[in-house]
């Protein structure tokens, strides 16, 4: 969706670097989130926000951070990558009219991460 | 806790036949039910979700889910599949009592000419 942005689109870091991953959306949606995609584990939710001051722990926060620096960006850091955060990461975005519950999210087309 | 369970990796059929994708779910309360696809180097893409009422629900690109609550499952459908239907597709389920949206681990469907 061209409406939610995610830069890098691929990165190679080594074992140890700090990383960050920022994700930018033009919806106007308050809540963001992040997931990683691993094959065969589908999407897992790392943390997510509900505002810019509201930031939550998702399944698996280990190792990862978060900062929400305006309505509009969201960003992930690694704080000191190892081998088994390869993978797949999405930002999505999802609307809080009519409940937030029943609104479906919008992803960014994610960021392919290795760490060697 | 609520989860979401995608018995087949692979779903393999032939142009012009029908599709189905299956889903069940477990949650605590109502479920909130979502199908999304992705296609290569993308995205999730929402195709359709069950909130309430009718248990037919219809979606993007000729899709349509039955909710089946008895049975716990929210089975994807297409009457006629598209070679550009092949993707891969997920399930995913809320309830009332978490922020969070729960996945699947995806099937991945391929339409064969």
């Known amino acids: 969706d061209a409406d939610v942005t995610q830069t890098p689109r691929n990165r190679i870091t080594k074992t140890g670097k700090r990383i960050m991953l920022e994700c930018s959306q033009t919806?106007?949606?308050?809540?963001m989130y992040w997931y990683r995609q691993d094959p065969g584990l589908g999407l897992r939710l790392i943390y997510y926000?509900?505002?810019?001051?509201?930031?939550n722990k998702g399944e698996i926060s280990d190792g990862y951070s978060v900062s929400r620096q305006a309505q509009a960006k969201f960003s992930l850091s690694l704080e000191s990558a190892i081998p088994n955060q390869t993978a797949l990461y999405f930002c999505?975005?999802?609307?809080?009219?009519?409940?937030?519950?029943?609104?479906?999210?919008?992803f960014g087309p994610g960021t392919r991460l290795t760490v060697l | 806790a609520q989860s979401v369970a995608q018995p087949e990796d692979q779903v393999n059929v032939a142009e012009g036949n029908p599709l189905t994708v299956k889903c069940t779910y477990s949650?605590?309360?109502?479920?909130?039910l979502f199908w999304y696809v992705q296609y290569p180097n993308r995205g999730l893409q929402f195709l359709l979700k069950?909130?309430?009422?009718?248990?037919l629900v219809k979606g993007s690109y000729g899709f349509e889910a039955e909710f089946n609550k008895s049975q716990t499952s929210f089975h994807l459908k297409k009457p006629s599949a598209l070679v550009s239907d092949s993707a891969l597709y997920f399930c995913?389920?809320?309830?009332?009592?978490?922020?969070?949206?729960?996945f699947g681990a995806g099937t991945r469907l391929t339409v064969k000419p």
């Open positions: 926000s509900f505002d810019v001051k509201d930031i």
């Open positions: 995913a389920v809320r309830d009332m009592e978490r922020s969070d949206m729960r």
């Open positions: 919806k106007g949606h308050d809540r």
């Open positions: 999505a975005t999802s609307d809080v009219t009519g409940g937030d519950i029943y609104n479906e999210q919008f």
């Open positions: 069950y909130i309430t009422g009718d248990n």
């Open positions: 949650v605590s309360g109502n479920p909130y």
